[in-house]
């Protein structure tokens, strides 16, 4: 039998219960329990932002979608409501938590929870965001949370900014990974080579109309990446702005969606440029460019890592060997290798 862990502890392995699957009834109703009578605690908040609404997507996430209500009713400022999509959960606990969510009437905010069949991510987005009034909507995944001042700053910026059609933040990875990431934002230059904003972001409802919402043909990653870059090309003004500060607590899994599409990122990538062809067009030397600085980037740290190590006597790794026996030509591949070797001949 598995002992009672207490406080963050039992949080802890209720975490990786649920992202094995596995679910211990003793320890999600504890769990509920516990992230519902933070909710409540937030019942007396009057800071409401009346021109936000919410929209969380959820699919077969347990008490991970309490966390992400809750994050949202202790925020500064308060979205007017939440939209709970949930797309075709079959887990029963998952089912079972989102019934009882509906049947709280003393909510800080008010919550409302469609059901659809499973769709994927860009349909539940486009769901959510359609039955949404108010001119800005913040869009969240299930499985992350906010710190309390995301609402605020992240609005805050957009209202400053009338050509943004988009914001959010950077952000603090858990689970898997501890780190603080921070993406640039920027215009359409900037988003052609790589995805410059977070999933979890507020976005102008009419900038989402003119362009069309989520890609629902696109289930395989990358659909935020696209999405952004409808959003920008509705105007040769339109940019996308990031809060300096970590907002988003970011889940990390081995497994998640995100890892997985890594798999198929050129295939979807040339989805993209396909279908964004005017934008690569008008902007050619901007998306090549923005490609080489990254990967000038990456191989400038491969190349410190394993300069490094031979100066501290360490053994490299075998591939790394196999690149010095034979680098690549004409990517800088060889001038690294050259770099690299020259350390022998130091005195």
């Keep these: 039998m598995v002992p009672k862990p207490a406080g963050e502890v039992r949080i802890l392995l209720v975490y990786r219960l649920v992202g094995d ?11 509920t329990l516990e992230l519902e009578g933070k909710i409540k605690m937030d019942k007396n908040r009057d800071c409401f932002g009346a021109d936000i ?19 949202l009713c202790a ?41 659809q069949e499973n ?25 992350d949370k906010l710190e309390p001042e995301f609402t605020e700053y992240v609005s805050q910026l957009l209202r400053d900014n009338p050509s943004m059609v988009a914001a959010s933040s950077r952000m603090q990875t858990f689970g898997i990974l501890d780190s603080i990431v921070c993406p640039a934002g920027g215009n359409i230059s900037s988003f052609l080579s790589r995805n410059c904003c977070p999933a979890t972001h507020i976005l102008r409802r009419e900038i989402f ?13 990358f659909e935020d990446w696209d999405f952004f870059l409808s959003m920008i090309e509705t105007s040769p ?5 990031i809060v300096d500060k970590p907002l988003i607590q970011y889940r990390t899994a081995p497994a998640s969606s995100n890892i997985k599409s890594m798999d198929k990122r050129l295939e979807i990538m040339r989805f993209m440029i396909e279908k964004h062809i005017s934008s690569y067009h008008d902007h050619l030397a901007d998306a090549l460019l923005g490609i080489e600085t990254i990967s000038n980037l990456r191989l400038y740290h491969w190349e410190n890592e394993v300069t490094h190590a031979i100066r501290s006597h360490q ?18 591949g060889m001038a690294s290798a050259v770099r690299i070797a020259s350390i022998g001949e130091e005195k």
């Design 237 to 241: 003004e339109a940019w996308i702005g």
């Design 315 to 332: 053994e490299i790794s075998r591939l790394s060997k196999e690149f010095l026996e034979s680098p690549t030509y004409g990517d800088g």
């Design 75 to 115: 925020q500064t400022l308060l979205p007017k409501k939440i939209i709970i999509v949930d797309d075709g959960s079959k887990e029963e606990n998952s089912i079972r938590i989102l019934k009882d969510m509906e049947k709280k009437a003393d909510l800080p905010v008010p919550v409302m929870i469609h059901y």
């Design 119 to 143: 769709r994927g991510v860009s349909s539940a987005r486009n769901t959510g965001i359609k039955k949404t009034l108010a001119p800005m909507v913040l869009v969240l995944d299930g499985d």
């Design 53 to 71: 609404e919410a929209v969380i997507t959820s699919f077969n996430q347990g008490t991970m979608i309490l966390e992400a209500v809750e994050s």
């Design 209 to 221: 109309e003119q362009c069309g919402g989520y890609d629902e043909s696109m289930r395989s990653g």
């Design 21 to 31: 699957c596995i679910f211990c009834e003793e320890y999600e109703a504890a769990r």
